[in-house]
């Protein structure tokens, strides 16, 4: 059986500069990111919601909700 969902990763990429510091801190591989672009979720089901990714980018552009029981806290 999978593992409940702990985290929803939102990103707003109106304020992304495309560093890619969130996809190289997350300890889950949550991000998938290539030099030219932004990160992209693409494993949202692995996120702890450590919040390590929401307290490195220097944009604040993330925002991570925790998740438990099934609800967003
Ligand atoms: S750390 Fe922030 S600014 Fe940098 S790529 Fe990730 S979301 Fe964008
Ligand atoms: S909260 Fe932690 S596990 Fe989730 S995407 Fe960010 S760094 Fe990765």
Known sequence: MSQPKRGK???NYKR???CGIC???????VYQ??????PRVV???KCTA????QYL??????KIEKII????V
Do not use: H
């Not at 990111?33 to 932004?38: E, L, N, S």
């Open 9 to 11: 990763v939102n990103i």
């Open 69 to 72: 029981s099934g609800v967003v």
């Open 57 to 62: 980018c220097p944009d604040f552009a993330i």
């Open 50 to 53: 450590c919040m390590l990714c």
């Open 16 to 18: 992304c500069k495309g």
């Open 33 to 38: 990111y290539k030099k030219i672009g932004r």
């Open 43 to 45: 494993a949202e089901e």
């Open 23 to 29: 996809s190289s801190s997350c300890p889950r591989k």
